[in-house]
């Protein structure tokens, strides 16, 4: 049954460059010397560090625990010992450090324990854990944790599952020559994805210049007798983008606003699924990736090579060229020059070009732009780049977004046309981030007046607390000197007696706020009395220190002064002397 194809809006042709590095099967990268193995490889949170300098570990062994659910965990590619846990270059075009655990492979490449997953018998969620802690994630580039799509959601059921093998970018091949070489396991890894997200049906497009991956993949489904359509799709850049790629197949368009499971829809890599049925079934996570390395070098081809393995010490796999120039990770469409081969192969590492000024000379002088149109002709989301060219560059980030610059996927197609040779992609991510950094400071200005405000609400709701409990005791008191004796009274007899309640005048209300605030008051001194008393019980009780080695001029001088004590402790304590009379006064009769 032929399976129907859609179209998208725009794209371009360029030249593909495929051909060099497909001649000869996936050879296997020797170790290293060293290995910088990077704790942030996903999207989401790092990694944490499970291992200390010294330690040694096995091949697969885990080296940095998930950070939470949006996170994946990181394996020892080799089995060696660690050297140390610290900052090193990160294969970025920033060229920043990220922490990596750097390990000295032993030469003996011993695996650690592997614990494969009856994932048949498994219930979904202790599935989705296990491909979470072997560090599966979109190898595609964009190296989402792939557990965390596997979670279908619960209002709409997954229609489409679709497999990603259009691998649109130039010079690129690894997922070409995966489908060529190891077609089952392939297919046995989609299997598994399609049995966690109960999908209806399953379409698998690679472009139609790759016919032999065509063929091994539908010899693999037939083999396996499953239903899954191999469809080959029309070669046309971007059409391995996976909402392009969905529009194909399906016809179904995904709004940027949107994501595509909400439309009954999943994507995934073809290197993911494989990566996923090995964790699965052989219990080895993530510690390797197929890697095109081409361009300008003298052997192209696909290697399999260990996360962590030093570029520099990759590069030379393929002996560059004299006039190299520079190494570009990805694609020339949407990849980046690499600022130093000290970085390491990362998960998101699919393809390392070495270019040179014949293979790609140097960009002409940017020009003005002439409004041409030709942009928006080939954007694949039907955006108009010229008009966020010029809100960009003009730093009116506010209209760029009222032309969904966050729609752009920065394909690279607007500037692959443009005739005055404007590097527009880089204008928008340049818009993207003075956006993003503005939205941060907004947030951390809106989350400090919230701290500023609920400290205000917390010092005045403390201040009303204490004032309602000066009130309760003033009351407490007033109520009690109403019911105790207030002063002594006699009935018939002559006997003493309490006053009754009703024996007390009415206060008003003028004397009963006096009256409170004298019991205030009266509280408030009895307290202070009470701390004062509690000292003086304190000091009296405390024995005096370094006493017991005394000279005895300095026992003399201790005593006396202590006697001293004693007589103004007495004297203050005796009532005071009736005073004298005069003599003139005695025997008067007053």
Not at 75 to 84: D, K
Request: glycine residues 8%; neutral net charge; aromatic residues 6%.
């Amino acid at each position: 049954m032929l399976q129907r194809l859609f179209s998208f809006k725009g794209g371009v042709k360029p030249q593909t460059n495929k051909s060099p590095s497909v001649r000869e099967a996936i050879g296997f990268a020797p170790l290293p010397a060293c290995l910088y193995v990077p704790l942030h490889q996903s999207i989401g949170g790092a990694a944490n560090p499970l291992v200390r300098p010294g330690e040694k570990v096995g091949k697969g062994q885990l080296i940095g625990g998930a950070d939470g659910w949006m996170s994946s965990a990181v394996h020892a590619p080799t089995s060696g010992r660690v050297l140390a846990v610290e900052e090193h270059v990160a294969t970025h075009p920033s060229g920043l450090t990220t922490l990596s655990v750097v390990i000295e492979p032993d030469g003996c490449d011993e695996w650690a324990e592997r614990q494969p997953i009856d994932y048949r018998s498994q219930p979904p969620e202790r599935v989705r854990e296990a491909l979470r802690d072997a560090g599966v994630v979109g190898l595609g580039g964009a190296v989402f944790p792939s557990h965390a799509k596997l979670a279908p959601a619960k209002s709409v059921v997954v229609q489409d599952l679709v497999i990603n093998g259009a691998e649109c970018e130039p010079f690129m091949t690894c997922d070409d020559m995966l489908m060529r070489e190891r077609a089952e396991e392939t297919v046995r890894g989609i299997a598994i994805f399609r049995e966690l997200l109960a999908a209806q049906r399953v379409l698998i497009g690679i472009e139609d210049n790759k016919p032999e991956a065509i063929a091994a993949m539908r010899n693999a489904v037939a083999h396996l007798g499953l239903d899954y359509a191999v469809v080959a799709v029309p070669t046309r850049y971007p059409a391995g983008g996976a909402k392009q790629l969905i529009r194909v197949l399906t016809g179904k368009e995904v709004p940027a606003s949107r994501r595509s499971t909400e439309l009954g829809v999943q994507c995934f890599n073809v290197a993911t699924v494989y990566t996923a049925y090995r964790a699965l079934e052989f219990g080895e996570p993530v510690i390797s990736r197929i890697v095109t390395l081409t361009g300008n070098v003298a052997h192209p081809r696909n290697w399999d090579v260990r996360i962590g393995t030093p570029l520099h010490d990759f590069v030379a796999l393929g002996e560059p060229q004299r006039d190299t120039n520079a190494f570009l990770m990805g694609g020339p469409m949407m990849g980046f020059a690499l600022p130093s081969l000290d970085a390491p192969v990362v998960k998101a590492t699919n393809c390392i070009i070495a270019g040179s000024a014949g293979l790609f000379p140097p960009n002409p002088p940017e020009m003005p732009c002439i409004r041409c149109g030709a942009c928006a002709d080939v954007c694949p989301h039907e955006l108009q780049p010229f008009e966020l060219y010029w809100f960009s560059r003009a730093r009116i980030f506010g209209k760029t977004q009222e032309y969904h610059i966050f729609d752009c996927i920065e394909c690279g197609c607007c500037s692959y046309v443009c005739p005055s040779h404007i590097p527009l992609v880089q204008y928008f991510r340049f818009a993207k981030s003075e956006i993003w950094a503005r939205e941060r400071e907004k947030k951390a200005a809106d989350a400090a007046k919230a701290r500023f405000e609920l400290r205000n609400a917390r010092e005045e709701r403390e201040k009303e607390e204490k004032a309602e409990r000066l009130a309760k005791a003033a009351a407490a008191k007033a109520a009690e000197r109403k019911t105790v004796v207030a002063q002594p009274n006699s009935d018939a007899a002559g006997t003493p007696r309490a006053l009754e309640p009703q024996d007390t005048p009415p206060a008003t209300g003028e004397s009963a706020d006096s009256a409170g605030a004298l019991d205030a008051e009266a509280l408030k001194k009895a307290t202070i009395q009470a701390a004062m008393e509690r000292a003086r019980a304190q000091r009296a009780g405390q024995a005096a220190r370094n006493t017991d080695r005394l000279t005895p001029e300095q026992a003399k001088e201790i005593a006396a002064v202590d006697a001293r004590r004693a007589r103004q402790a007495s004297s203050a304590s005796a009532p005071p002397a009736p005073p004298e009379r005069s003599p003139d006064s005695a025997g008067s009769g007053d």
